[in-house]
């Protein structure tokens, strides 16, 4: 039973898939119901194991061979090291990701560093840096800000009043507002934009403040940076992100009978007015099941979704989403030990040593990042990695080694634009069909989209799917 469906899988591509769709989808199951979860990226896993931990019969769909989704890594041709599709940070306060990893029993996988430190270097080599007394509490939040040289004095006293602010400011309040909208209200300047709050809000929200919401910035600094030492420290994977969890999925699954079954493209879940009734997939399969959870990104999604939820689709309509591109070097002596070093007044933003993080598998790999890439995506590979090599060695004066190797990894959907439009629009993840649940980092967990939207989605869809169950159970007894 439990390796039914790799069977399947296997026999697939023999020509099979259909009848032994069925055949699978007849087997007995203990009596236990069934879930069919679409989507293997953190929403869909986090919600399949926490459907098989408390007993309920998951299949697991996705359409590519592998699991991660948006957070996954691959090995590079040349250097056979891996690599990821672009450096993904974790937070303290990210509780449902760290829940799920948990299960897996892989959450050592990721190290949070309440004491680190965050390095900036701008174009003439000059350093400054954000120190982790920063993170905890109005004191400490001052004197982080204070000792921070890439901001004039002025500007210091002037952050630090923001954000002390910024703390005391509900969220509600703010939510028409664009997050350059909001700082020109608290009265920031140039200065802390530049150093400050364009940076973060790259970094967190893969925008631009003239873009995003104002909500979605204030929202990471409540619940992450301005929450205390432990939810605002920064987690870093130590191993690369395929490592980290989708290979421990599988057996985590087969072991609370749960099955994967990947190279499976949905087309659409099909309902009456009250429950979706069947989910057809690409190659003319009809899955029944008695809870169904799309886990796709919002594109996908959209295409996916019942007619009773058109509206969703008509409300989505204009939301864009944000490119993120990754260039990746070999070096044989990197310009940097540090974990991660920001980078001011340059295209490049993010760069971090593979290295450091993952030890010396990943040797001589620096990985630098640009997000909400939107007008470097009409350059070639080659222009983005001079473009790159030029502001590093802006940053690094005395850098002249040449790589070894270098490669560009376009994500060019990476996440929904936080817009106020997409704060109003994106849906909930219950929906009006009783058994259909929406998860995935677009929907409204109260977070911008991240790797723990996606995961808090993905808990919320098992545990209203759970519920669901309960009363169905409860209404057959009385009856
Ligand atoms: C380069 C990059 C850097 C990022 N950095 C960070 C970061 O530092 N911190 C952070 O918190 N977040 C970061 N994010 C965002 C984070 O990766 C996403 O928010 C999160 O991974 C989304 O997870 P998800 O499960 O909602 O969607 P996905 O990961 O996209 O998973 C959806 C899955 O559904 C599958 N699928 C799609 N359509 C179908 C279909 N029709 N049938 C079957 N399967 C289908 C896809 O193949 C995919 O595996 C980053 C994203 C990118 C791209």
């Not at 993010?350 to 790999?365: C, I, K, S, V, Y």
Request: glycine share 8%; with cysteine; charged share 20%.
């Amino acid at each position: 039973m439990k390796f039914s469906l790799l069977k399947w899988g296997l026999q697939r591509s023999k020509g099979h898939n259909r009848a032994n769709f069925r055949t699978w989808e007849n087997e007995s199951r203990g009596g236990r119901p069934h879930a069919v979860v679409v989507g293997g990226g953190f929403a869909g896993a986090s919600c399949a194991s926490a459907l098989t931990e408390a007993g309920v019969s998951v299949t697991l769909m996705e359409e590519r061979p592998t699991l991660g989704g948006r957070a996954c890594s691959f090995k590079d041709g040349v250097t056979k090291q891996d690599v990821d599709n672009g450096q993904h940070l974790f937070l303290g306060a990210y509780e449902d990701t760290r829940k799920f990893l948990s299960r897996l029993g892989v959450s050592h996988r990721i190290r949070f560093e309440t004491d680190g430190r965050l390095p900036f270097v701008n174009r003439g080599g000059l350093w400054a840096e954000l120190k982790p007394k920063f993170f905890s509490g109005n004191a400490g939040l001052a004197m982080g800000i204070l000792s921070f040289r890439a901001l004039s004095v002025k500007d210091r006293i002037l952050l630090a009043w923001g954000l002390a602010r910024a703390r005391r400011t509900p969220t509600k309040r703010v939510a028409e507002l664009t997050a350059a909208q909001w700082l020109s209200y608290l009265g920031q300047s140039p200065g802390t934009r530049r150093a400050f709050w364009d940076p973060l809000c790259l970094a967190t929200l893969n925008d631009r403040p003239d873009q995003a919401s104002a909500e979605a910035l204030l929202t990471v600094l409540k619940k992450g940076l301005l929450a205390g030492r432990r939810k605002g420290a920064l987690g870093f994977s130590t191993l690369a992100l395929s490592r980290v969890w989708s290979m421990e999925l599988g057996p985590y699954l087969q072991r609370t009978n749960g099955q994967i079954a990947t190279r499976q493209k949905a087309v659409l879940f099909r309902s009456d007015q009250n429950r979706v009734t069947e989910l057809e997939t690409a190659d003319g399969a009809t899955v029944h099941a008695d809870i169904f959870v799309s886990a796709v990104p919002m594109g996908e999604a959209l295409n996916l979704l019942p007619s009773p939820l058109a509206d969703i689709r008509h409300r989505m309509r204009g939301v864009g989403t944000s490119p993120i591109v990754a260039i990746n070097f070999w070096f044989h002596t990197p310009p940097f030990r540090e974990k991660m070093v920001g980078f001011l007044d340059m295209d490049i933003q993010w760069a971090f040593n593979r290295e450091t993080l993952w030890g010396p598998t990943a040797a001589g790999q620096i990985s630098v990042v640009i997000s909400a890439a939107h007008e470097y995506e009409s350059m070639t590979s080659t222009e983005l990695i001079a473009l790159t090599l030029a502001d590093l060695r802006r940053a690094f004066p005395e850098f002249e080694e040449e790589p070894r190797h270098a490669t560009v990894t376009w994500e060019r959907l990476a996440t929904p634009r936080p817009t106020p439009k997409f704060y109003r629009a994106r849906p909930s993840v219950e929906t009006p069909l009783e058994n259909f649940f929406i998860a995935g980092d677009w929907v409204n967990v109260g977070l911008p989209p991240t790797i723990e939207a996606a995961c808090r989605s993905g808990h919320r869809a098992a545990a209203l799917a759970l519920a669901y169950l309960k009363n169905r159970t409860k209404e057959t007894v009385s009856c």
